[in-house]
């Protein structure tokens, strides 16, 4: 006879203790060590043809930014896929998702620009130059899927222009208040993307092209010359891309890779350790 | 010494002047003499030390006594320094070959030593479980071949070097360090000479790689306070094929509940004749071909697809 035992306590979920501040694990390099990013101070530019990964790393950087007590998302995905699996667990935390829609995307920019502006204010009247782990400031980290269709598919040329300006300020000025972007497009050519946004990216990561050429755009001139290229990065490889950090050489690494079914349940998890009875803004199955 | 003639006869015997109307021009091919460079130093050397250590002995010993130890001194120093310059090509010969000598003093070494301790046969044997051991045993044998190719390529980077790579009026070549083995190849250090750079290497890196029968060569600085010290990565495997996990999900437990996801309008009609060909929008007008160029787009913009799953392609 089995004894019976009270109903289990409801489990209290442990918030996770990582921070925007420590280094984001994407993968690892061809020597076999484990890459790391240092995102909150960097903007990176993450681009390559169809199919070679870009959101492979896309989603490693929203994963751990995702079990980040000190993370405000702010994700724009006009294919919804991507980063559109994350939308639940934005809404949780706080954050902004925006699909296919330039009108609320350059409204989520134009409040971003604000948000900037004011933590500009806060340092100049604490007299600092930089937000630091201890000042406990949430990291706004904006997250931009396929760029080119905000820069030069959808929306009137105005709408455009307002879009590369808005994105151009943030990744101007968004580094030291704790505002990093992340973009993703497959080619950011000046037709793309100007030159005076595109060259602001202190990070770049090149996943396979189809010439020399798209390589140096990504990377920077004389790199596939100089043996970095991304061109011949095996198809069969998808998910190896050359990255250019701070060592200011570029590096070849492998994206660690999220499944599909590990998404889900990261996003389960961050909507639930997330929740709170004043507002239920997605309901929970259990 | 290279000879080089433009428009020499047959009754030429060739040297310096001119026979008839031919002119016969003769590329002098500067030789940089070792042994010219071993008797400046020697004197140069000489010059500073034979001094240096007389003023020193004249603390122990009478001015008189200090001048020819002084001598002796200088003399000895200057001539060490000169051997080495005078013997340098066959010091660069055997730093080219040292892991090769090294190799093979140890075996011979060994397998005289043990002859002399057991027996020929016995000494077989054990070579032969060694070489067995390493072949057998995968990671022994993966990190030996490793080796190998790090002594091999040091020899295809010298053949390379020699064949196509600029040097200086001299002939001297970048100097080749140690290979050592990496993941992805090997990595070899090089020094550069002056009169190369990086930059000149980089033009040549395809044919490196087809000399070192890799895949690809990159080239690095070594240091970022000296640019005669690069590094030579040779590519010929592929370490980056496999998948690599992510550590996010570790930790994670595993009672979290599954949220519910609200369910959007699921479009039925997903094929392209599911779409009625209506003229929502303006007919395109072929673009004119002026000067090869087609206008600037211009009016009517592109529609969103905030609410139209049907464009969700894009």
Not at chain 2, 236 to 240: A, K, Q, S
Not at chain 2, 265 to 275: E, H, I
């Given at each position: 006879m089995h004894a019976a035992f009270p109903d289990p306590p409801v489990t209290i979920p442990v918030a996770p203790?990582?921070?925007?501040f420590d280094p984001v694990f994407i993968g690892i390099d061809e020597f076999g060590n484990p890459a790391y990013l240092d995102l909150v101070y960097h903007n990176l530019l993450d681009a390559g043809e169809?199919?070679?990964?870009k959101s492979v790393l896309i989603q490693n950087l929203v994963g751990h930014a995702f079990l980040c007590h000190d993370f405000t998302p702010v994700l724009l995905d006009p294919k919804w896929v991507e980063l559109g699996m994350w939308m639940e667990a934005a809404e949780a935390t706080g954050g902004v998702f925006v699909g296919p829609d330039i009108d609320k995307g350059l409204r989520v920019l134009r409040r971003l620009q604000k948000v900037m502006d004011r933590r500009y204010s806060w340092l100049v009247a604490h007299g600092r130059r930089k937000f630091l782990p201890s000042d406990l400031i949430k990291v706004i980290a904006i997250f931009i899927d396929e760029l080119a269709y905000y820069t030069?598919?959808?929306?009137?040329p105005e709408q455009q222009k307002e879009f590369i300006a808005l994105v151009r300020d943030l990744v101007a000025r968004g580094r030291a208040c704790a505002m990093p972007v992340i973009a993703a497009t497959q080619r950011p050519s000046v037709d793309i993307i100007p030159t005076s946004l595109r060259d602001l990216f202190g990070y770049r990561a090149a996943f396979r092209c189809t010439t020399p050429n798209s390589s140096d755009i990504i990377l920077g001139h004389g790199w596939a010359s100089a043996?970095?290229?991304?061109?011949?990065?095996?198809?069969?490889?998808?998910?190896?891309f050359y990255l250019i950090a701070e060592g200011g050489i570029p590096h070849l690494v492998k994206a660690a890779y999220l499944t599909d079914a590990q998404i889900h349940q990261l996003v389960d998890y961050v909507t639930w350790i997330r929740?709170?009875?004043?507002?239920?803004?997605v309901p929970l199955a259990a | 010494m290279s000879k080089r003639t433009f428009?020499?006869?047959?009754t030429n015997r060739g040297g310096i002047g001119r026979r008839g109307s031919s002119v016969t021009m003769i590329q002098t091919n500067v030789q940089y003499s070792y042994l010219r460079t071993a008797k400046i130093t020697f004197y140069v050397v000489m010059a500073i030390v034979g001094p240096f250590a007389a003023v020193i002995s004249t603390h122990y010993l009478h001015p008189l006594a200090a001048v020819p130890l002084g001598l002796v001194a200088g003399t000895i120093a200057g001539g060490l320094i000169a051997c080495i310059i005078a013997i340098w090509p066959v010091l660069r010969a055997i730093w080219w070959w040292l892991p090769e000598i090294t190799l093979a003093m140890l075996l011979i070494g060994g397998w005289v030593y043990l002859q002399d301790q057991i027996n020929p046969i016995l000494t077989g044997v054990i070579y032969a479980s060694i070489i067995a051991t390493i072949g057998l045993i995968p990671a022994l044998r993966r990190y030996t071949l490793a080796l190998l190719w790090c002594l091999i390529v040091r020899h295809r980077l010298r053949t390379c070097f020699n064949t196509f790579l600029p040097t200086d009026r001299h002939g001297h070549l970048p100097f080749i360090g140690l290979a050592k083995p990496i993941p992805v190849g090997e990595r070899v250090r090089v020094w550069l000479r002056p009169g190369l750079s990086l930059e000149q290497l980089e033009t040549q890196l395809g044919k490196i790689a087809v000399a070192c029968w890799a895949t690809s060569v990159t080239v690095t600085k070594?240091?970022?306070?000296?640019?005669?010290a690069i590094y030579l990565d040779i590519k010929?495997?592929?370490?980056?094929g496999g998948l690599v996990g992510s550590p996010?999900?570790?930790?994670?437990?595993?009672d979290v509940p599954a949220i519910t996801r609200p369910v959007a309008?699921?479009?039925?009609?997903?094929?392209?004749?599911?779409?009625p060909d209506t003229h929502d929008t303006e007919p395109t007008e072929r673009p004119a071909k002026k000067n090869g160029r087609p206008p600037a787009v211009t009016g009517t913009p592109a529609k969103t697809a905030t609410d139209n799953p049907d464009l969700d392609w894009i």
């Open positions: 203790s990582m921070s925007m169809p199919g070679g990964g030069a598919t959808t929306g009137t043996g970095f290229n991304a061109q011949a990065i095996s198809p069969t490889t998808p998910g190896v929740r709170n009875g004043d507002q239920v803004p | 428009g020499t006869r047959h070594a240091r970022t306070s000296n640019s005669a010929r495997r592929d370490v980056l996010l999900t570790e930790d994670l437990p595993t309008t699921v479009p039925a009609q997903l094929d392209l004749a599911d779409v």
